[in-house]
């Protein structure tokens, strides 16, 4: 499976990312990773500890490397370079080991060329290419919030995206944003996420409002996920309900994708 997780800013898109990477793995899968959110919060969902990640820079930040990929120079304006930069080693030489899961830090290109036809985003995109086709193993992306992924069109590859929502109207309409754009894409598969529910009210909203998206499931606000952050490390770790929610929203993927 290739999967990509999405949704307004907040509603906790990585706290899912990182606890299914984990259930997965723990299921003997072979998992790839993939941080796309310029926040890079990736990790510590995952439950990486902060001495495994001194020294890592985010790809998109490895500007040298960059520059002998795609044989160009940074800072030349309308400069020539390779539309075609080789990445099938990037996850080996760059990812970091945690608990069977292989994490891939992209981080974000800069701001002022954040939908440009730049070195930066043509390395990410090709990379994220090759991780969606040519990757035999089931990959995960967070992706950052919003719909800028989806305009760069760097995402068209993925079996099918997550949103997550929490209950209410601006995640409610974002979830139907991304879904038209996913649609755009040719991306059939949009599943919905509820998250932070903490009563009958707030399912009734979800339910009501997107009954015409497949959800997966709901997971309840949980003072345990915000004590994992605090700690650093991974909910997966700490909290049985949020492994017991994620476990039963992977099985009803798995039957999505079989039926």
């Known amino acids: 499976m290739k999967i990509a997780i999405s949704g307004k800013g907040g509603v906790g898109k990585t706290t899912l990312a990182g606890v299914m990477a984990r259930t997965l793995s723990d299921q003997n899968e072979t998992v790839l990773a993939i941080d796309a959110d310029p926040d890079s919060n ?8 902060l001495e495994k990640l001194n020294g890592i820079t985010p790809l998109a930040e490895m500007t040298k490397f ?31 080991d945690h ?11 800069p701001q002022g060329g954040g939908g440009c036809f730049c070195p930066e985003n043509v390395l990410l995109k090709n990379l994220l290419s090759h991780l969606f086709i040519q ?6 992306v967070d992706m950052e919030a919003g719909l ?10 993925v079996d099918a995206f997550i949103v997550v929502v929490e ?15 996913a649609s755009d894409l040719g991306i059939k598969r949009v599943f919905v996420v509820g998250n932070k529910v903490q009563s009958k009210e707030d399912e009734g909203v979800i339910h009501e409002n997107l009954k015409d998206f497949p959800i997966l499931g709901l997971m309840r606000y949980n003072s345990k996920i915000l004590e994992a952050d605090r700690k ?23 039957k999505a994708f079989a039926a």
């Open 232 to 254: 650093g490390v991974s909910p997966y770790d700490i909290d049985e309900q949020v492994k017991k929610e994620v476990s039963a929203i992977l099985e009803n993927m798995k």
């Open 42 to 49: 990736l990790a510590s969902a995952v439950g990486v500890p």
């Open 135 to 140: 990757r035999n193993e089931t990959v995960i």
């Open 99 to 109: 608990e069977g899961v292989k994490l891939l830090i992209l981080g974000s290109v």
């Open 148 to 157: 800028e992924h989806l305009g760069r069109g760097s995402t068209g590859y």
């Open 167 to 181: 209950p209410g109207m601006r995640s409610i309409q974002t979830a139907r944003q991304i879904r038209k754009l």
């Open 66 to 96: 960059i520059e002998e990929r795609t044989e160009t120079r940074k800072g030349g304006y309308g400069s020539i370079f390779k539309l075609n930069p080789k990445v099938d080693d990037i996850p080996e030489k760059f990812s970091i």
